[in-house]
């Protein structure tokens, strides 16, 4: 079976996608679409008429590279249930990658487990015992650039591309965010409801045009 298009640039994000998150994630993106890859996740399909875990089946099929945020380990606020959604999509990656035919597009795959902690998992997750697991840390000043630097490494380590440095990356980042309310004014999108389509929309648009000045 011949491999999906764009499957070499395709990196499948997988994180928690709460309020709290959202910066980070965003970054996750933008870094993505800065080194010249292709940010994929859950939120960029919205068919009620698909199971839910088929639609990331897919994505994941489509994808050589994963972006995996253990991070939401907390109990829900409302149910006292922890959420495992985010350890069970790093299973169907890790799956898809070590059940895959010798030689095949998906034993290719390669993928990065990002944590606050280096050692935390252990708790909820021993199996991943071995993993060289990236922590980013607990201090919000700190974690953008970290997590900048973690993502783009492990896509310089794995795809072996020539890529930006982090300290780079990071001051792009932030001057897309000081210029996101003014393209979100002039596409008349309201900044605080931007669905991850619309969000991915702006930055590909924004570097494709700083680029070309």
């Known amino acids: 079976m011949s491999e999906p298009i764009g499957y070499q640039d395709n990196i499948f994000i997988n994180c928690p996608f709460d309020t709290p998150y959202q910066p980070l994630f965003r970054a996750i993106v933008f870094t993505i679409q800065q ?3 292709a940010a994929r996740c859950a939120l960029e399909e919205d068919s009620t008429g698909d199971v839910r875990i088929q639609k990331i089946i897919k994505i994941i099929d489509e994808c050589r590279y994963g972006v995996h945020d253990i991070s939401k380990a907390d109990l829900d606020e409302n149910s006292q249930l922890a959420r495992f959604n985010m350890p069970l999509e790093l299973g169907i990656f890790i799956g898809a ?13 390669k993928y990065i487990v990002m944590d606050t902690e280096p050692y935390r998992y252990q708790k909820f997750i021993s199996d991943l ?5 990236k922590a980013y840390g607990t201090d919000a000043s700190k974690q953008i650039a970290t997590i900048i630097q973690q993502v783009r490494d492990f896509l310089r380590t794995s795809s072996r591309r020539k890529l930006p440095g982090p300290d780079y990356l990071t001051e792009r ?14 596409e008349r999108l309201d900044i605080e409801k931007l669905t991850y389509l619309d969000y991915l929309t702006c930055a590909i648009g924004w570097l494709t045009e700083s680029q070309e000045q």
Do not use: W
């Not at 990658?97 to 095949?104: R, Y």
């Not at 980042?173 to 002039?186: A, D, G, N």
């Open 35 to 37: 080194c010249g890859f």
């Open 97 to 109: 990658h070590h059940f895959a035919p010798s030689k095949s597009y998906n034993s290719t795959k």
């Open 129 to 133: 015992g071995g993993q060289d697991i």
């Open 173 to 186: 980042y932030e001057t897309f965010l000081r210029v996101l309310p003014s393209i979100c004014s002039t």
